[in-house]
């Protein structure tokens, strides 16, 4: 099975109404789908690159690419995991999680999206705590961080929830503008005070080598 050389296929994250897990082919298409009919209100642009601002085949193709890049760089010294929420038995989204020299710096860096039938229905909180638990519960992270546009007020609000403090800001060119990102920091103390949604981690002893390396 393809799982006996790469078990992330067997890690499963949890929550009281998402099932978080790397995406198989068939799971990968349809997150493809999803970003192809929208992610976000086209008059703006909620992140840094512009991937959402190309015709619906290449979202698409470029989402399945971006998925396969992942998988092809991993390695413990530099990683990046593309996990899909899947709730009831439709994707409806997805969460990132990575880090660099994690076994040293034990901190890692979160990011999302949701389609946009998906959004206002508090998933992207689950789907954040998902990941939080599995770096600080299962693999000793010590810091987490997330970055925000300004006017991003919805992912603003799922990072106050979860614990973070505002950590300063970034500029950034989108558009042919200016927009400047609210970047935010979550320590293990903040985590676990503001702990709350349960999150069950399946796999990880299967997997823990490829995030950490040997030893």
């Given at each position: 099975m393809l799982s006996d050389h790469w078990p992330l296929y067997r890690l499963v994250l949890r929550t009281p109404r998402l099932e978080l897990r790397l995406p198989g082919d068939e799971l990968l298409a349809e997150l493809a789908q999803l970003a192809a009919?929208?992610?976000?209100?086209?008059?703006?642009?909620?992140?840094?690159?512009?991937?959402?601002?190309?015709?619906?085949?290449?979202?698409?193709?470029?989402?399945?690419?971006?998925?396969?890049?992942?998988?092809?760089?991993?390695?413990?010294?530099?990683?990046?995991?593309?996990?899909?929420?899947?709730?009831?038995?439709?994707?409806?989204?997805?969460?990132?999680?990575?880090?660099?020299?994690?076994?040293?710096?034990?901190?890692?860096?979160?990011?999302?999206?949701?389609?946009?039938?998906?959004?206002?229905?508090?998933?992207?909180?689950?789907?954040?705590?998902?990941?939080?638990?599995?770096?600080?519960?299962?693999?000793?992270?010590?810091?987490?961080?997330?970055?925000?546009?300004?006017?991003?007020?919805?992912?603003?609000?799922?990072?106050?929830?979860?614990?973070?403090?505002?950590?300063?800001?970034?500029?950034?060119?989108?558009?042919?503008?200016?927009?400047?990102?609210?970047?935010?920091?979550?320590?293990?103390?903040?985590?676990?005070?503001?702990?709350?949604?349960?999150?069950?981690?399946?796999?990880?002893?299967?997997?823990?080598?490829?995030?950490?390396?040997?030893?």
């Amino acid at each position: 099975m393809l799982s006996d050389h790469w078990p992330l296929y067997r890690l499963v994250l949890r929550t009281p109404r998402l099932e978080l897990r790397l995406p198989g082919d068939e799971l990968l298409a349809e997150l493809a789908q999803l970003a192809a009919g929208g992610v976000h209100d086209p008059a703006v642009q909620p992140f840094t690159a512009a991937w959402t601002d190309a015709p619906a085949d290449e979202i698409a193709r470029g989402v399945l690419q971006w998925n396969w890049r992942l998988r092809a760089d991993w390695s413990p010294h530099k990683w990046e995991l593309g996990l899909v929420a899947i709730a009831g038995d439709r994707v409806v989204g997805t969460q990132g999680i990575g880090a660099e020299d994690f076994a040293v710096l034990r901190e890692v860096g979160t990011g999302s999206w949701l389609g946009r039938g998906h959004h206002g229905r508090g998933y992207g909180t689950e789907m954040r705590a998902a990941v939080l638990e599995l770096a600080f519960a299962g693999l000793g992270a010590e810091f987490a961080t997330s970055e925000a546009f300004a006017d991003n007020h919805a992912s603003y609000a799922v990072s106050r929830k979860l614990g973070y403090a505002d950590d300063g800001l970034s500029r950034h060119a989108v558009r042919d503008r200016v927009a400047t990102g609210r970047r935010l920091r979550l320590d293990r103390a903040a985590w676990e005070a503001a702990r709350s949604i349960p999150v069950q981690v399946e796999g990880l002893d299967l997997c823990r080598g490829m995030f950490l390396g040997a030893g």
